[in-house]
């Protein structure tokens, strides 16, 4: 698949902005640079997640309520979080990777189909081999394993490393460790499936982002016809 310009320059975009971003949380765990900026860049995920779980909800009041809520201890514990910012960090890659582990392992609990499998579904349009289902089962399991033992080897090093091992670790290795992850599933799927049931990137991405719709769908949050407010 040849990439555009315009794909490459956005590719290239997203790695220096990973890139900086590490930089940064590796100098705040450090207690270097700007500790404003550095528990801005430690509260921005939580607080994006949070506020996308409030985003979900029907209920206006409960929305703005939690929103302001949200923002007002922020500002109250604002101090507290200046003094604790590798902590701050530590909680974020620790539940960050806890979260994925959830996400891809629950799937994998009870009848339903794994995580890959149901993207794998989606790309291939419900027809996949017993092969392929084989696979995307293991690969989902092989994610979960990543993220789990990422979460353990973090808390272990936070506990019992000094804190440069623990940020090391946790900020500057969390990316290439990821890439080496897709990396080597890759490798794997070279192996384990022929070239018509391996799915390109592009094909993965728009599975995935379906998958997501359809989930809002079903949940009432379709943006071209969301839920009437029962308040």
């Excluded at 806890?98 to 995580?115: P, T």
């Excluded at 995307?136 to 091992?165: M, Q």
């Excluded at 460790?177 to 991405?205: C, D, K, N, Q």
Aim: hydrophobic share 55%.
């Amino acid at each position: 698949m040849t990439l555009s310009p315009a794909q490459l320059l956005r590719g290239l975009a997203v790695v220096v902005f990973i890139a900086v971003w590490a930089f940064l949380a590796h100098s705040g765990s450090a207690g270097e640079g700007s500790g404003d900026l550095s528990v801005l860049l430690g509260v921005a995920p939580i607080v994006a997640a949070l506020g996308l779980l409030l985003w979900r909800s029907s209920h206006l009041v409960l929305t703005g309520t939690g929103i302001l809520a949200m923002l007002g201890g922020l500002a109250w514990y604002w101090p507290t979080l200046r003094e604790n910012i590798a902590l701050l960090f530590f909680i974020q890659h620790l539940g960050t990777n806890l979260a994925l582990g959830a996400l891809f392992g629950r799937s994998l609990i009870g009848d339903g189909e794994a995580l890959i499998t149901q993207l794998a579904r989606a790309v291939h349009e419900s027809n996949l081999s017993e092969r392929k289902r084989r696979y995307t089962r293991r690969a989902t399991v092989a994610w979960t394993l990543f993220f789990l033992i990422n979460a353990l080897i973090s808390a272990v090093l936070w506990l019992f490393a000094p804190l440069a091992v623990w940020s090391t670790f946790a900020n500057l290795l969390s990316a290439p460790l990821l890439a080496a992850m897709f990396i080597g599933e890759h490798i794997w799927r070279l192996y384990a499936l022929p070239p018509e049931e391996r799915p390109s990137i592009t094909m993965v991405a728009r599975a995935f982002r379906m998958r997501s719709q359809q989930k809002a769908k079903q949940a009432g949050l379709d943006p071209q016809n969301p839920p009437a407010n029962p308040s």
